[in-house]
């Protein structure tokens, strides 16, 4: 096609095609591609013609696309556009030459003062571009170093069977992020890993929702952003007086539906601690637990469970293999035993 890129068939010269033919950039190399693909040998007269140009070739031709447009503001320059506004408008209206210059004169003055209130706002926006740009430039230069294989840290390794592998010396110690205690709850407790989760059990009046709404407001005071789901009392008389015996501050959720208002409650406030009161009445099975953890492995998880006569929590036995701890009250009295502490601990409710 005309006026279309090309190579010269022979030496791979770029070209601009002026016909449907025009395959060649000069004589002697149509003549030497004739002759070549016609069984002719090249003459040596021909051969040693051919500039060094043409015999070191050229690549593909390129279609150079213009260069994309800059991220910069420009500079305002209205001086002059504002002093031949001025000029002919006073021009045109007084019909004077000097009327004209006149107007000319103000329109440069103004146009020049409006220069000098924006370009200052300019430069510091073309300065945060900047800013931004070099930022961008060194997050790109750090994603590709943390691609490269390191020596020193050897981190698993997801493989294409399905499972990740690391050497038992090679797990570091003491990774996992926690909520440090103190006081009775650091005796009862002694920490709090992110991801954790307890049930607190017990017959009516024994003390768990006062046991659950102590240790809430604790936490709403030493961490903060603390949900207790009020489903038992919801947000009656005696709940009320327990909220305010224990000076509660924290959120109170209630009329909440099961997993799903559970879990759109935790995207919309983003709680660090939610207090389920109770699993029981709220229908919540094992599964519903499991869930929980998957989907926001970071959240303290404190769960109240209403206990049979027997002794045992309501549920099946699988909730107590999902909890990192579990908190029996009897009489007043709580009981813990898990992974938190080295031994069963004991706590007065009501002191």
């Given at each position: 096609?005309?006026?279309k890129?090309?190579?010269?068939?022979e030496?791979?010269?770029?070209?601009?095609?002026?016909s449907d033919d025009?395959r060649?950039c000069c004589?002697?190399?149509?003549r030497?591609?004739?002759?070549k693909n016609?069984?002719?040998?090249?003459?040596?007269f021909?051969?040693?013609k051919?500039n060094s140009k043409?015999?070191?070739?050229?690549?593909?031709p390129?279609?150079?696309a213009?260069p994309?447009?800059?991220?910069?503001?420009p500079q305002?320059n209205?001086k002059?556009?504002?002093a031949?506004?001025g000029?002919?408008?006073?021009?045109?209206?007084?019909?004077?030459?000097?009327?004209a210059?006149?107007?000319?004169i103000?329109g440069?003055?103004?146009?020049d003062?409006?220069d000098?209130k924006?370009?200052?706002?300019?430069?510091?926006?073309n300065?945060?571009?900047?800013?931004?740009?070099s930022l961008n430039?060194?997050?790109?230069?750090?994603?590709?170093?943390?691609?490269?294989?390191?020596?020193?840290?050897?981190?698993?390794?997801?493989l294409?069977r399905g499972?990740?592998s690391?050497?038992?010396?090679d797990i570091?110690?003491n990774?996992?992020l926690?909520?440090?205690?103190?006081g009775k709850?650091?005796?009862?407790l002694?920490?709090?890993?992110?991801?954790?989760?307890?049930?607190?059990?017990?017959?009516?009046?024994?003390?768990?929702?006062h046991l659950?709404i102590?240790?809430?407001?604790?936490?709403?005071?030493k961490f903060?952003d603390?949900?207790?789901?009020?489903?038992e009392?919801r947000?009656?008389q005696p709940?009320?007086?327990?909220?305010q015996?224990?000076?509660s501050?924290?959120?109170?959720i209630?009329d909440?539906?099961?997993?799903?208002g559970?879990?759109n409650m935790i995207k919309?406030?983003k709680?660090?601690?939610?207090?389920?009161d109770?699993?029981?009445?709220l229908?919540l099975d094992?599964?519903a637990?499991r869930?929980?953890?998957?989907?926001?492995?970071?959240?303290v998880?404190?769960?109240?469970?209403q206990?049979?006569?027997?002794?045992s929590?309501?549920?099946?036995l699988?909730?107590?293999?999902?909890m990192?701890?579990?908190i029996r009250?009897?009489?007043?009295?709580?009981s813990?035993k898990g992974?938190?502490v080295s031994a069963?601990?004991?706590l007065?409710?009501?002191?």
């Open positions: 096609m005309k006026g890129p090309h190579n010269c068939d030496c791979r010269n770029f070209l601009i095609k002026k025009h060649f004589t002697p190399c149509r030497k591609w004739h002759k016609n069984g002719h040998t090249l003459p040596a021909i051969s040693d051919i043409q015999m070191a070739g050229y690549p593909d390129v279609v150079y213009p994309p447009p800059s991220p910069y503001i305002s209205k002059i556009g504002y031949i506004a000029a002919l408008a006073s021009g045109f209206i007084l019909k004077d030459k000097a009327a210059v006149v107007g000319g103000i440069y003055w103004l146009g003062s409006q000098k924006e370009n200052p706002i300019i430069e510091a926006k300065k945060e571009i900047e800013f931004k740009l430039k060194m997050v790109a230069k750090v994603n590709i170093k943390t691609l490269e294989p390191s020596k020193e840290v050897i981190k698993p390794k997801a294409d499972y990740a690391i050497m038992a010396n570091p110690l990774s996992g926690s909520y440090k205690l103190d709850w650091k005796y009862f002694s920490y709090l890993p992110y991801g954790f989760s307890a049930i607190i059990y017990g017959l009516p009046k024994a003390g768990k929702s659950a102590q240790f809430a407001q604790y936490l709403q005071s903060g603390v949900a207790y789901i009020s489903a009392e947000t009656e709940f009320r007086d327990k909220l015996r224990y000076k501050d924290f959120r109170v209630h909440v539906t099961q997993y799903d559970i879990a919309d406030h709680p660090k601690f939610v207090f389920v109770s699993l029981t009445r229908g094992v599964e637990i869930r929980f953890k998957n989907e926001f492995p970071n959240v998880f404190i769960y109240v469970v206990s049979t006569k027997a002794g929590f309501r549920g099946s699988e909730i107590e293999h999902e990192t701890a579990t009250v009897v009489q007043g009295v709580a813990q992974r938190t069963p601990t004991d007065m409710v009501f002191e």
